[in-house]
């Protein structure tokens, strides 16, 4: 048995998971079978708001296959199953039930009113066309502003609103900073805009799907769900199943980005059709059920308005945002624009501070977790904001965000919203990125293009971001009223052959996790890479765990790796120690060898693995066998940054916008894994951009879904992405003993405003000044239109030609 | 209907409903469950297979309209323990996170590299423009793509999966576990 000599943390290993999925032999849940497994189909409603008069299966329950169809009153009699809102922003949020199956009405279209449970899957889908269900429709309420009008219809008519809460931070009241209202009435340059982020379908490539087995002394339910383990706990609090009477496991999982972050009306149904029926049962749906039903993402307005002085010092910062919850509260749904709460600020110091957010009801699908949850929408509105600012002050953007920095010297720093950020070097990381991509070089060809009135326009595009990673610390979460804590566990095994199980509760869909926690188990134990195993998704093994989501498993998840490695060697040198007659603190440990220091006296951890496992000769109060938990709750989160720049050609004849070049330079602080996180990298930015220029879930007036199939909703493929320049620059983390930051989802964050605000500086001295999300060649045609009948033409160089700029505030 | 056909070298012989679609069939009746289904729109690319050495999308394709045909899935490209050239270079390349739309993408490629063997990445990035990935950003399988081509024999392509082949590249072994 030799030990690694080289370190494993900061290898590019290609990883152990793919074996599985490049050859076909994966566990995806659909794969999974059963004996005399059942299948359901859940009929959805049409309309977007209606009363549901009466709803006739019998026709239904006669068709070939048809083993039950069931109605709300057939699965939850009193009306008394509601899905969990784990995240209540205030104490008097208002938190409708959500049925698991509509009973009177229906609030969006796609909420499901019945389940046929069938031999095949193609019987209970066939029977769903024979059930009968008299609808009387309801005024539909769409869109934020129209869902606070006057005399509005309203989604829950018990609630006499469609106002959900109301949640404010104030840096004057907070003690953080100033009062924002002084900074505005008193600053030499204000600037207000209204931005609006659209509403985006996380659209995971694996149909969500769930099984369940009541046969067994647990009942087990399989699903595509990011969070088993909270999934376990919700379901027994919800249906009263005692929690040591259930086992979930997440299999293979093919995506999530946030999407899978729930605990959903179809998980619930199966395990209360499969109770009933005493039979296994299985659910999957189709893609246009995944784009009508599970939940949306973003969809917010922002009015932000930031105060300066003409030099360029950022005085204010306010924010009033509105936020459409869909028709029902998600599990941490309105909790999302809360986190954006926190990262409006950015990298700036900025010295007074006002964020309030409006929870908004709506007759469409409820919206919730989606990569980068809260902070996208943030960095969106403020580097949009900064350029716009620039712009009026007729300052280079680059040079704005500079001078407003928080400088390297400066960390750590604690923002005016309150966070402390460990450590950062925005210095660093621009520097590089501006080198990458010819900064320079390329705003002289911008000015060329300018010059000689070049159809194609050159835009530059900044994003200098932040994000807070690792959610925990649980104290803190717990001060914002979110329902659960942050921590994470993590088991170590050194079994009798010196192999060695590590169980992880964060649980992977397509992060890597099983080769990172090897490399990570490799280094502080010295064993060999390939003797790791890593066991995840099955609260049967890992009874303990909080899941995925949020850029937390490396950042909370691998540290609680490195923890219950730490005790596994303190416990091997103990009998090390015994073993070779002498005292612990004699004993090094490297490369998985202790060593009696100044001889040549020594063993390896796999033998003392092996003599714990016998436990012939171990000292007195030590244990058999070789393993430990740990538990970790990091004591603040982590800060990743860095800058993103973009280059976009603008065809001002046609729209279209051509990425030319994108480079990023990251610090997640220090890396596991450069080949995952490049990976991880690639795939944020694709999501960060596919928002700037091409998604948009767009419902009619009726409250349909248009865009319900990959058809209509434009996912980019490889012929609409360009390659990306990604670099990193690496100032670890002083939170953790590893340094590491997290990367799952600064990509898609700092993305989406580096291609915005690149196609409005193509633009700019045509007279635009924004252009909604997303950038299709029809919005940004019209933009150049409008703004050169405002600005008087192209090529005019109208200075920053703020055709609607609310930039009131002017010179005192 | 009753239909036979060769699925990753072994012939099967099924009745079928005439609406079954060929993607259904390799599921649900011969459990070759490597092949998934991302969309009802045929315009994820999950499912592709190869149908007498072209790729398809198995799910716009009736279970009948293959009978006597050829098929082969992602379960069929290794050969004895060996991967297939672009299999190998999906692994190399980090070309895959969750890894669910991989097999189509895999299959795709191939029937990519058949028609061009030495592709730029133009090329690459639209001979899959039909085969959607959320996680990847593309980047790394277009990479993928263009180093396995560098792996492969010219026209080593659905050609030389055929089960009766005799088509021959320098596989790799399956590596990672
Ligand atoms: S499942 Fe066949 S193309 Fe999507
Ligand atoms: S790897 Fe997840 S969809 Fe492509």
Redesign the pocket.
């Known amino acids: 048995m030799t030990a690694t000599i080289e370190p494993e943390v900061g290898k590019a290993r290609s990883r152990k998971e793919d074996a599985r999925?490049i050859t076909g032999r994966t566990r995806w849940t659909d794969n999974l079978t059963l004996p005399g497994l059942l299948h359901l189909a859940i009929l959805r409603s049409p309309f977007a708001h209606a009363r549901i008069n009466s709803i006739d299966t019998s026709e239904a329950k006669t068709r070939p296959g048809v083993i039950a169809v069931y109605t709300a009153t057939d699965l939850d009699p009193d009306g008394s199953i509601g899905l969990p809102c784990a995240w209540p922003i205030t104490p008097d949020m208002k938190s409708p039930r959500r049925p698991v199956l509509a009973a009177d009405t229906v609030n969006f279209a796609g909420e499901g009113v019945a389940v046929v449970v069938a031999r095949s899957k193609a019987e209970a889908t066939d029977a769903l066309e024979a059930i009968e269900v008299d609808y009387e429709e309801l005024p539909v309420v769409l869109g934020l502003e129209n869902a606070l009008a006057e005399g509005a219809p309203l989604v829950h008519e018990e609630l006499g609103t469609n106002r959900n809460a109301l949640w404010v931070f104030d840096s004057g009241e907070a003690g953080s900073g100033g009062n924002v209202e002084e900074a505005i009435s008193g600053a030499e340059v204000v600037v207000k805009r209204r931005f609006r982020q659209q509403r985006l379908i996380p659209a995971?490539?694996?149909p969500r799907s769930c099984m369940v087995d009541p046969t067994g002394a647990q009942i087990t339910m399989w699903s595509a769900t990011q969070v088993p383990h909270i999934l376990k706990t919700m379901a027994a609090l919800t249906l009263g199943i005692p929690e040591h009477k259930l086992r979930v496991i997440a299999p293979d999982v093919?995506?999530g980005f946030g999407g899978k972050l729930a605990v959903i009306p179809e998980e619930t149904m199966s395990l209360l059709v499969a109770q009933k029926l005493g039979k296994p049962v299985k659910w999957t749906e189709s893609r246009s059920e995944t784009m009508l039903a599970a939940h949306h993402g973003r969809d917010q307005v922002q009015d932000i308005t930031i105060a300066a002085n003409r030099d360029g010092t950022v005085t204010g910062l306010k924010v009033e945002l509105l936020a459409d919850m869909g028709a029902y509260l998600g599990l941490v749904g309105p909790g999302v624009p809360i986190l954006g709460a926190f990262m409006f600020n950015a990298i700036y110091k900025i010295p007074a501070y006002h964020f309030a957010c409006t929870t908004v009801f709506t007759n469409t699908t409820l919206t919730d977790a989606y990569r980068g949850a809260g902070r996208p929408e943030a960095t969106f509105g403020i580097e949009r904001i900064m350029d716009e600012l620039a712009a009026e002050l007729g300052m280079e953007p680059m040079e704005l965000r500079k001078k407003n920095w928080i400088k390297h010297e400066e960390f750590p720093f604690t923002t005016v919203a309150g966070l402390t950020y460990d450590s950062g070097n925005y210095e660093a990381a621009t520097e590089k990125a501006m080198q990458l991509f010819d900064y320079d070089g390329l705003r002289r060809e911008q000015k060329e293009r300018r010059d000689r009135n070049d159809p194609v326009q050159l835009g530059i595009g900044i994003s200098t971001f932040t994000e807070m990673c690792g959610l925990a610390p649980s104290r803190v979460v717990g001060s914002l009223d979110y329902g659960a804590g942050g921590w994470e566990a993590a088991s170590i095994r050194m079994l009798a052959t010196g192999k060695v199980e590590v169980v992880t509760g964060a649980s992977a869909h397509?992060q890597g996790h099983e080769t990172a926690w090897s490399q990570i188990v490799a280094d502080q134990l010295g064993v060999p890479f390939e003797d790791v195993e890593v066991l995840h998704g099955d609260t049967q093994s890992s009874a303990k765990g909080l899941d995925t989501y949020g850029s937390r498993s490396l950042v909370v998840g691998g540290i609680a790796v490195v923890k219950a490695a730490e005790k596994v060697v303190t416990k091997a040198r103990t009998i090390a120690a015994h073993l070779m007659e002498c005292s612990p603190d004699d004993l090094e440990f490297a490369q998985g060898k202790f060593t009696v220091r100044g001889t040549d006296k020594s063993t390896t951890i796999q033998d003392i693995a092996f003599s714990a496992f016998l436990a012939h000769n171990l000292p007195d109060g030590i244990e058999p066998t070789l393993d430990s938990d740990a538990v970790f709750d990091p004591e603040n989160f982590s800060f990743p940054h860095g800058t993103h720049l973009c280059a976009a050609e603008v065809d001002t004849e046609t729209g279209r916008v051509n990425l030319r070049s994108y480079v990023c330079v990251d610090d997640i602080g220090s890396v596991v894994n450069p080949l995952i996180v490049e990976g991880q990298v690639h795939?944020g930015l694709a999501q960060g951009i596919a928002q700037a220029l091409f998604e948009e879930a767009v419902y009619d007036e009726s409250g349909t879904l248009t865009t319900g199939t990959f058809a209509d909703y434009l996912l980019p493929s490889a012929a609409d992405l360009p390659s990306f320049t990604t670099d990193r620059t690496e100032t670890p983390s002083t939170t953790n003993p590893l340094g590491v930051k997290g990367v799952g989802e600064a990509g898609t964050i700092a993305s989406t405003p580096a291609v915005v605000n690149a196609v409005v500086d193509a633009v700019r001295h045509l007279g635009v000044d924004d252009i909604e999300m997303p950038c299709s060649p029809m919005r940004v045609w019209a933009a150049v239109h409008r703004g050169q009948k405002d600005a008087g033409g192209l090529g005019s160089e109208a200075g920053g030609g703020l055709g609607s700029i609310d930039a009131s505030g002017g010179a005192q | 209907m009753r239909i036979t056909v060769t699925v990753d070298g072994t012939q099967y012989s099924d009745e079928v409903e005439p609406r079954t679609l060929l993607v259904h069939y390799l599921r649900e009746t011969l459990g070759k469950v490597g092949t998934v289904i991302?969309c009802d729109t045929s315009n994820c690319g999950?499912c592709t297979v190869h149908l007498n050495g072209q790729s398809v999308k198995s799910c716009s394709v009736l279970a009948v309209q293959a009978d006597g045909c050829e098929i082969t899935t992602i379960e069929g490209l290794a050969r004895d323990g060996q991967l297939h050239p672009v299999q190998q270079a999906f692994h190399d390349n980090h070309?895959?996170?969750?890894?669910?739309?991989?097999p189509g993408?895999i299959m795709q490629s191939i029937d990519l590299l058949a028609d061009n063997p030495d592709p730029d990445e133009k090329a690459v990035r639209e001979g899959l423009e039909g085969n959607?990935?959320?996680?990847?950003g593309y980047q790394n399988?277009v990479r993928a793509v263009r180093d396995a081509a560098q792996h492969m024999s010219p026209g080593a392509g659905p050609e030389a999966e055929r089960v009766d082949g005799s088509g021959v590249r320098e596989p790799s072994a399956i590596g990672g576990e």
Not at chain 2, 95 to 102: D, I, M
């Open positions: 999925l995971f490539m694996e093919g995506g397509g795939g | 991302g999950a070309a895959l996170q969750c890894g669910f739309c991989t993408m959607l990935c959320r996680c990847t399988i």
